[in-house]
């Protein structure tokens, strides 16, 4: 059974780094697509961007100047940095996992972490 | 940027009926739409792609139509369990942008 599960910081403070991993269990890491979405307060949905198990990426281009997806195979484990961040980054973020059909359409999802960006 | 937009919101409705949630796109997105349920305090579950392919595992009571720029979600018989707020999503080969949910509760 595919599992995936996010951790890192959940306070960063307003123009640092935030950093996430999303650590892959249950399946093979190849041959898919790991995508970074983010949830608002308020219930809106943001995606973020995504990385082939190749290192091939794609950035929705508002966040785009901002942000690094990569993935570490050998540890099953992708990541996400989003940087210079301000209280606007406040949200739930996910990680998950999409067919190569559907690149940007995840099955599998983790379970989500709230980061909050505050002094 | 193609925007989603979702109606009813909220939608309220008893246990049994038969529900459909409209998503209605600002451009053509043919049928590259997909429909997520979300339960409070959980991730959002796929349930259709490609505007009215089922998701493996997901109840047959759940369907999808439409194309171009109006699109539907029909739950046929609800069950305690669909109360839940819904997301359209449009999608390509590097992109995606979602509607702002309809939450569906209880009559």
């Known amino acids: 059974q595919v599992q995936l599960q996010e951790s890192g910081p959940g306070l960063v403070r307003p123009s640092e780094t935030l950093s996430l991993t999303c650590n892959v269990s249950?399946?093979?890491?190849?041959?898919?697509?790991y995508n970074w979405i983010r949830q608002y307060p308020g219930g809106e949905l943001e995606w973020i961007g995504y990385?082939?198990?190749?290192?091939?990426?794609s950035y929705n281009p508002s966040l785009k100047s901002r942000v690094t997806i990569s993935i570490d195979p050998s540890k099953k484990q992708f990541s996400l940095r989003l940087s210079s961040v301000t209280a606007a980054d406040t949200a739930i973020y996910y990680c998950?996992?999409?067919?190569?059909?559907?690149?940007?359409?995840?099955?599998?999802w983790g379970h989500g972490t709230l980061v909050t960006v505050s002094s | 940027d193609i925007q989603l937009t979702q109606s009813p919101s909220p939608l309220s409705a008893s246990v049994g009926d038969r529900v459909t949630i409209t998503c209605r796109a600002s451009?053509?997105?043919?049928?590259?739409l997909a429909w997520y349920q979300q339960r409070p305090g959980e991730a959002p579950k796929l349930l259709i792609y490609?505007?009215?392919t089922l998701q493996g595992g997901v109840p047959s009571r759940f369907s999808g139509s439409g194309s171009g720029t109006e699109f539907t979600l029909t739950i046929s018989s609800l069950q305690p369990d669909d109360f839940a707020t819904y997301y359209c999503?449009?999608?390509?080969?590097?992109?995606?942008?979602f509607g702002q949910g309809t939450k569906l509760e209880i009559k």
């Open positions: 998950a996992r999409a067919r190569v059909a559907s690149r940007t359409v995840p099955e599998y």
């Open positions: 249950g399946g093979s890491i190849i041959s898919y697509y």
């Open positions: 990385l082939y198990y190749n290192g091939a990426t």
């Open positions: 451009q053509n997105v043919n049928t590259w």
């Open positions: 490609r505007a009215s």
């Open positions: 999503q449009h999608y390509n080969s590097d992109s995606c942008t």
